[in-house]
């Protein structure tokens, strides 16, 4: 038999995975090692997956996640940089690339 869950079960729930996807956009602290490979792998999986779930003739959400996913991983790299004792702002240096465009 299956149980159900109830409505505080669910808001829980949805407490916790909220607080995950929160973790992503987070500036302040630093982040160990294991922590940020494994959240490093979750973005390249939802970077690809995403790829798949839109089509390519629809490009207003795929900048979006673009946006998104850009703005997770700064911070990742923002408490990375802090957890080894380097300046925040080096994280600028990823727009190099970027920039050479222009």
Do not use: C, Q
Request: hydrophobic share 60%; proline share 7%.
């Amino acid at each position: 038999m299956v149980k159900v869950a109830g409505p505080a079960e669910a808001a829980a729930s949805l407490r916790r995975v909220l607080g995950h996807v929160a973790d992503y956009f987070n500036f302040t602290g630093v982040i160990g090692s294991p922590p940020y490979r494994k959240k490093i792998v979750v973005l390249m999986f939802a970077t690809i997956g995403s790829l798949f779930f839109f089509p390519s003739e629809t490009l207003h959400p795929i900048i979006l996640i673009v946006i998104i996913i850009a703005v997770a991983l700064s911070g990742l790299i923002v408490r990375r940089l802090r957890a080894v004792g380097m300046p925040w702002w080096l994280v600028f240096f990823g727009l190099v690339p970027l920039l050479g465009w222009v």
